[in-house]
């Protein structure tokens, strides 16, 4: 007795797999650019609230960036000259002759907002798998 198994529909579905990455990958695109836009707006707006001349706000730059078909990226950064010391503070300063000048407290702007927008882009990342049928486990 010989037993037989035909495939329907084989064809379509090694068809769809092959498409699968760069479909993916074109909708993972938007996620993080939209996530990263949106981290740019949060922290320029953060920055207006507590700066006074406007400089850390200019400097905020967001950059989009493709390595090939099947990824994306993008880059949030602060140009700044003053962003690093703005962000972590300073020590006390003293002049030669003692004088106290003080220290600058931490702004903690930029990590917490860009923390934000990384959980809400791996959630939405989660959410388009799933979508396309693709069992995710863990959260970022």
């Given at each position: 007795?010989?037993?037989r198994?035909?495939w329907?529909?084989?064809e379509?579905?090694r068809?769809a797999?092959?498409?699968?990455p ?5 909708e ?7 996530a990263?836009?949106g ?6 707006a953060?920055?207006?609230e507590?700066?006074r001349t406007?400089h850390?706000?200019?400097g905020v730059?967001v950059t ?7 990824s994306?990226?993008?880059i949030?950064?602060?140009?700044a000259?003053?962003?690093w010391?703005?962000e972590?503070?300073?020590?006390a300063?003293?002049?030669?002759l003692?004088?106290n000048r003080?220290?600058m407290p931490?702004?903690?702007?930029f990590v ?5 927008a990384?959980r ?5 990342l ?5 979508r396309h049928?693709?069992k ?5």
């Open positions: 007795m010989s037993a198994v035909r329907a529909g084989l379509e579905l068809e797999l092959r498409n699968l760069a479909d993916l990958a074109g993972a695109g938007h996620i993080v650019e939209g990263a836009n981290a740019g707006v949060d922290l320029r953060a920055y207006q507590r700066a406007g850390l706000a200019a730059t989009h960036y493709e390595k090939g078909r099947f994306a990226g993008a949030v950064k602060n140009r000259k003053h962003a010391l703005f972590n503070g300073t020590q300063r003293h002049t030669d003692g004088a003080g220290a931490p702004g903690h702007v917490p907002i860009v923390m934000r990384r809400g882009m791996y959630e939405a989660k959410v388009m798998l799933e049928g693709l995710v486990s863990g959260d970022a």
